[in-house]
C-alpha cells in the first residue's frame, strides 16, 4: 500500500516519521523546497521530542520527501492532507491551503486511472468535507466520490511535544464520511496499525469535524475553569488550587488531566479551534455564551499576571522583569499564540526592560520583537539586575531553580505561574497564581 502525506507540519511530518520507520511505503508532499531539503538532510524543521530519530529511520527505510503532488496522487492508495487550517482575523478558518491542495488534487485525479482515498486530517469546521471540499473534488475530477475516488475527513488530536508518542498511540480514531468500502479499507488500515487496541469511531463527515472542536474547546473549558478557581484560591490565605484539582480529579466524572492552572492556554491549536466554534455558531444564529466565558477568561488570565506584578513591584517604569519560558508550552518551541507573547506585548507599553530566556524557543521570539528586548541563554545571565523573575512555561530546567540561581537579581521577586517552586524554600518574595498568601 503506498500512502501520500500532503503538508509536512507537525502533524504530517509525525505521522511520516512513525509510518516510515514502521516500513510503510511513504511520500511526504510539501510545497516549501526549504523545508524539503532540510528533511532530505535529516533535519527537522521544528523542535518535537523524537521526531528526529523517527524521521532518521523511516527515511533509511520507506519514507521519502518532495514536492510532487502529482506524482502522489498518480500512484498512492491512501492520501492524507495535514496542510493547516489557521485562523483568520474574525475567527473564522482560513481554508486556502487546504482548498488549494484539494483543487490539486481533483485536476490530477481527472488525468489518472488511480482511485486513491483521500483523507482530511486538517482540522475544518462541520460542513467544510461535505459542502466546500468534496463539491471542489468532484468539479475539478469531473468524477464522483466512492466510485473515481474516496473521500473521508479524519481529525486529528496529538500534542505538541508528544506529537510521537501520541501518533505511536493515539486514545482514538475518528473516520467520517460514507459507510463504503474506502470506509472499510482506512478502518482496516488502522487497526493493522494500531493492532486494534485505539478504539475506532466511525460516522458521517459534520460529526467527526465537530469531534474535533468538541474536544478541544471542552480542553479550553477545563484550562478556564480550573484558572478561574486558582483566582479564588489566591483570595483565600493558604488555599492551594492544585490540592483542590487533584481532589476533583479524582472523581471519574471529572478527570485528573488539564487541570493544572496557569497564564492561560496558548498554542495552535486551543485557541484556534475555540474561535472557530464560536465564530461557526453565530453563523448558524446561535450565541455561544458559554464559549465566549472561556475565551475571556483565558484573555483575563494574561492581563492578571500583569497586575500580580504591579501589585508586587508598584510602578513598572525601567524595572527589569525577567520572562521564563516563551514557547506556549514545556518540549517546544512554537510560539503561536503563547501567553508569554501577550505578555511581553503588555509589559512592553510600560517601558519595561524585558529578559527572556527559553530552553528552545529564543530564536523564534527574537523574529518577532528584534532589538525591542534582550535574549538570554542562561537563566542566570536573564535573571542578572532583574527586579521580577516570571516563570510563564512548565519547562524541567525551571523546576530544578534553587536560591543560589536567584542571586543576581536586584530584587528578588519571584512571579511563578505554573507553581513549580511552591514547594521549595526559596529565600526571596514568592507568589504563585492559585496559592493564598
Ligand atoms: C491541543 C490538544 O491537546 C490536542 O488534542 C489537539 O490536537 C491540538 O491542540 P497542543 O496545542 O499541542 O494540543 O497543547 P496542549 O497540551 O493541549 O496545551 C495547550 C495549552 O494549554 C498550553 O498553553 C498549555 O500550557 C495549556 N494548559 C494545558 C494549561 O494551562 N493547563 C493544563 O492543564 C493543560
Known amino acids: 500500500m503506498k500512502i501520500s502525506i500532503i503538508g509536512l507540519g507537525f502533524v504530517g511530518l509525525s505521522f511520516a516519521a512513525v509510518l516510515g520507520s514502521k516500513n510503510f511505503s511513504v511520500l511526504g508532499i510539501d510545497n516549501d523546497p526549504k523545508k524539503i531539503i532540510k528533511i532530505q538532510n535529516n533535519e527537522i524543521p521544528f523542535y518535537e521530542p523524537k521526531l528526529k530519530k523517527f524521521l532518521n529511520s523511516a527515511q533509511k527505510k520507506s519514507l521519502t520527501v518532495s514536492d510532487d503532488l502529482e506524482f502522489a496522487v498518480r500512484s498512492s492508495d491512501l492520501i492524507f492532507i495535514t496542510v493547516s487550517t489557521p485562523s483568520l482575523t474574525n475567527g473564522e478558518i482560513n481554508l486556502k491551503f487546504i482548498k488549494n491542495v484539494i483543487t490539486k488534487i481533483g485536476k490530477t485525479l481527472k488525468k489518472t486511472k488511480n482511485k486513491p482515498l483521500i483523507i482530511v486530517k486538517s482540522t475544518v469546521i462541520p460542513e467544510t468535507s461535505e459542502t466546500v471540499l468534496l463539491p471542489l473534488l468532484e468539479k475539478f475530477s469531473q468524477k464522483s466520490n466512492g466510485k473515481g475516488f474516496g473521500f473521508l475527513t479524519n481529525p486529528e488530536f496529538l500534542r505538541e511535544g508528544r506529537a510521537i508518542d501520541d501518533t505511536l498511540n493515539p486514545h482514538i480514531i475518528v473516520l467520517g464520511g460514507k459507510k463504503n468500502n474506502y470506509m472499510k479499507k482506512l478502518s482496516k488500515f488502522y487497526s493493522i496499525l494500531y493492532k486494534k487496541t485505539t478504539p475506532i469511531i466511525i460516522t458521517n463527515y459534520s460529526n467527526a469535524e465537530l469531534i474535533k472542536y ?126 508569554s507573547i501577550k505578555l511581553i506585548r503588555l509589559l512592553l507599553q510600560k517601558n519595561i526592560k524585558i529578559s527572556a530566556h527559553d530552553p528552545k524557543a529564543l530564536l523564534n521570539i527574537k523574529k518577532i520583537f528584534k532589538d525591542k528586548i534582550t535574549y538570554s541563554n542562561t537563566i542566570s545571565e536573564s535573571l542578572h539586575h532583574s527586579d521580577c523573575a516570571i516563570i510563564m512555561t512548565p519547562w524541567n530546567e525551571y523546576r530544578d531553580l534553587k536560591n543560589s540561581d536567584f542571586k543576581g537579581m536586584r530584587k528578588k521577586n519571584l512571579l511563578d505561574t505554573r507553581r513549580l517552586l511552591s514547594t521549595k524554600k526559596l529565600k526571596l518574595n514568592y507568589i504563585a497564581i492559585g496559592i493564598g498568601s
Not at 243 to 251: F, K, L, R
Not at 312 to 319: A, C, E, S, T
Not at 320 to 338: A, M, P
Request: charged share 20%.
Open 214 to 339: 468538541a474536544n478541544n474547546s471542552f480542553l479550553a473549558t477545563k484550562i478556564s475553569f480550573v484558572n478561574q478557581l486558582a483566582n479564588i484560591c489566591q483570595k483565600i490565605p493558604n488555599s492551594d488550587v492544585d490540592i483542590v484539582a487533584t481532589a476533583i480529579g479524582i472523581d471519574p466524572r471529572i478527570g485528573n488531566q488539564f487541570l493544572n492552572a496557569g497564564p492561560g492556554f496558548g498554542g495552535s491549536c486551543l485557541p484556534k479551534d475555540l474561535n472557530a466554534l464560536i465564530n461557526f455558531s453565530d453563523k448558524i444564529g446561535y450565541k455561544n455564551t458559554f464559549l465566549n466565558a472561556v475565551k475571556t477568561t483565558n484573555v483575563q488570565q494574561a492581563k492578571k499576571i500583569l497586575y500580580l506584578l504591579e501589585s508586587i513591584l508598584g510602578n513598572l517604569k525601567n524595572k527589569k522583569i525577567t520572562i521564563l519560558g516563551v514557547s506556549f508550552k514545556e518540549n517546544s518551541d512554537d510560539i503561536r499564540e503563547s501567553v
